[in-house]
């Protein structure tokens, strides 16, 4: 293994451990709500809107992100993004609901830059045969933390721990990883561009986002991402609580289930794809999966398959999500990979952004103002996510094949973005 692939492993491993910690940080409060409905003097409608907030950063931010690796690399902002968490999280630990406000969209803003710089590190140092095995990878580090934010963290705040001194601790933590990664992550490799670079940067984005293909990856990947991001990082817990009964601990263990099957999911549909040679069969077959298992979490009987299966199929399917940001780098030139892995993450996310206020309004709705939600308000509500699913496997329909195995591959000679 020469230097400087052995650098570049460093390089995403490190990122993709910052990653992981980011994801904790978004999934976890679906562990706290009622904590957090106490300390803010909130709803449960409240509180979902306060940790929605996360996306508001991280939608605009994915293109920030992405421009800024084409630009100046990860060294110079990845550690930045880490500090911005870090900040955010120390924020929301104060109590007082406008700094919580700002720093959870601080968390947001500087997550974005674990995902784009993990991504952009294994694409352009690594061989393109690999490239959605080791994006999948990445999204399992992340997944791994989406997991822990629930599998940990969930009995630890059972336990008595403040849920105060847990924001603390995890705010000093992400300062920490800023200066770790600050000094492990190699300088690129050569001296960004001159020149006007804001117009460069817009021109890059032009390119990305006059791409239909582009638009589609942006579409299914994040329709095939709000089921996990939506509905059971935000409402699984209490679902499973109110709907059927659960008790907190094993409706803690049962929604983590999801994020555990993305481990599972997302490395592995990616080197299926990349087996292949083909993207297209990858994702709809995940959408189909998705579909099946999202359908009989909302109107199924929970006794009938053993327990955590469910969740663990839906998470493992919903992987497929990933896929898209490979082929979104496959459809558009090199020179701009990081604006591209930025636009998709901006889209996928736009979605979570604007629909999570919606989803909790067509709760609130169908429960007609009730404290206590039932079955039938979050069949009412939520139903919507399986028409999401199935548009998703529609307009996998028309995207352009980019595998290693399609003819003719996407030209490389596009033109440089300067």
């Given at each position: 293994?020469?230097?400087?692939?052995?650098?570049?492993?460093?390089?995403?491993?490190?990122?993709?451990?910052?990653?992981?910690?980011?994801?904790?940080?978004r999934?976890?409060?679906?562990?706290?709500?009622?904590?957090?409905?106490?300390?803010?003097?909130?709803?449960?409608?409240?509180?979902?809107?306060?940790?929605?907030?996360?996306?508001y950063?991280?939608?605009?931010?994915?293109?920030?992100?992405?421009?800024?690796?084409?630009?100046?690399?990860?060294?110079?902002?990845?550690?930045?993004?880490?500090?911005?968490?870090?900040i955010g999280?120390?924020?929301?630990?104060?109590?007082?609901?406008?700094?919580?406000?700002?720093?959870?969209?601080?968390?947001?803003?500087?997550?974005?830059?674990?995902?784009?710089?993990?991504?952009?590190?294994?694409?352009?140092?690594?061989?393109a045969?690999?490239?959605?095995?080791?994006?999948?990878?990445?999204?399992?580090?992340?997944?791994?933390?989406?997991?822990?934010?629930?599998?940990?963290?969930?009995?630890?705040?059972?336990s008595?721990?403040?849920?105060?001194?847990?924001?603390?601790?995890?705010?000093?933590?992400?300062?920490?990883?800023?200066?770790?990664?600050?000094?492990?992550?190699?300088?690129?490799k050569?001296?960004?561009?001159?020149?006007?670079?804001?117009?460069?940067?817009?021109?890059?984005?032009?390119?990305?986002?006059?791409?239909?293909?582009?638009?589609?990856?942006?579409?299914?990947?994040?329709?095939?991402?709000?089921?996990?991001?939506?509905?059971?990082?935000?409402?699984?817990?209490?679902?499973?609580?109110?709907?059927?009964?659960?008790?907190?601990?094993?409706?803690?263990?049962?929604?983590?289930?999801?994020?555990?099957?993305?481990?599972?999911?997302?490395?592995?549909?990616?080197?299926?794809?990349?087996?292949?040679?083909r993207?297209?069969?990858?994702?709809?077959?995940?959408?189909?999966?998705?579909?099946?298992?999202?359908?009989?979490?909302?109107?199924?009987?929970?006794?009938?398959?053993?327990?955590?299966?469910?969740?663990i199929?839906?998470?493992?399917?919903?992987?497929?999500?990933?896929?898209?940001?490979?082929?979104?780098?496959?459809?558009?030139?090199p020179?701009?990979?990081?604006?591209?892995?930025?636009?998709?993450?901006?889209?996928?996310f736009?979605?979570?952004?604007?629909l999570?206020?919606?989803?909790?309004?067509?709760?609130?709705?169908?429960?007609?103002?009730?404290d206590?939600?039932?079955?039938?308000?979050?069949?009412?509500?939520?139903?919507?996510?399986?028409?999401?699913?199935?548009?998703?496997?529609?307009?996998?329909?028309?995207?352009?094949?980019?595998?290693?195995?399609?003819?003719?591959?996407?030209?490389a000679?596009?033109?440089?973005i300067?």
């Amino acid at each position: 293994m020469s230097k400087g692939v052995r650098a570049a492993g460093v390089a995403w491993v490190v990122t993709a451990v910052y990653y992981f910690y980011q994801y904790t940080l978004r999934s976890a409060p679906a562990v706290m709500m009622p904590q957090l409905s106490q300390a803010f003097g909130l709803n449960a409608m409240g509180v979902a809107s306060l940790v929605g907030l996360f996306y508001y950063g991280y939608s605009p931010f994915s293109l920030v992100a992405g421009v800024a690796m084409d630009r100046l690399g990860p060294r110079k902002v990845v550690p930045l993004g880490a500090a911005a968490v870090g900040i955010g999280a120390l924020l929301f630990a104060s109590g007082n609901g406008p700094a919580a406000s700002v720093g959870r969209v601080l968390q947001g803003a500087g997550g974005v830059f674990a995902l784009v710089g993990a991504v952009f590190i294994a694409t352009t140092n690594f061989p393109a045969s690999r490239a959605a095995t080791l994006i999948g990878a990445t999204q399992m580090f992340g997944m791994a933390g989406g997991s822990a934010g629930q599998f940990v963290v969930g009995p630890v705040i059972a336990s008595g721990v403040p849920w105060s001194r847990f924001w603390m601790v995890m705010g000093v933590a992400g300062l920490v990883i800023a200066v770790l990664l600050f000094a492990l992550l190699p300088a690129a490799k050569t001296p960004p561009a001159g020149g006007d670079w804001v117009r460069s940067a817009g021109r890059a984005l032009g390119l990305v986002f006059r791409n239909p293909q582009s638009i589609l990856c942006g579409a299914i990947s994040g329709l095939l991402f709000i089921p996990t991001t939506i509905f059971d990082m935000v409402w699984g817990v209490r679902y499973l609580q109110e709907a059927h009964g659960f008790e907190y601990a094993a409706a803690v263990i049962r929604s983590a289930t999801v994020p555990l099957g993305w481990i599972i999911g997302c490395p592995l549909l990616g080197f299926l794809s990349d087996r292949l040679g083909r993207r297209k069969p990858v994702i709809a077959g995940g959408a189909v999966v998705l579909l099946g298992a999202l359908g009989w979490i909302l109107y199924g009987p929970t006794d009938v398959l053993p327990p955590y299966v469910l969740g663990i199929v839906a998470g493992t399917a919903s992987g497929a999500a990933m896929l898209p940001y490979t082929v979104i780098k496959e459809a558009n030139p090199p020179a701009v990979s990081g604006t591209a892995t930025g636009v998709i993450n901006f889209l996928n996310f736009t979605f979570s952004a604007l629909l999570g206020p919606v989803f909790a309004g067509f709760l609130r709705s169908a429960a007609g103002g009730a404290d206590t939600m039932t079955l039938g308000h979050y069949q009412s509500a939520f139903l919507p996510l399986v028409y999401g699913v199935t548009l998703a496997l529609v307009l996998t329909l028309f995207l352009r094949e980019t595998g290693t195995a399609a003819a003719p591959r996407v030209p490389a000679a596009a033109r440089e973005i300067a």
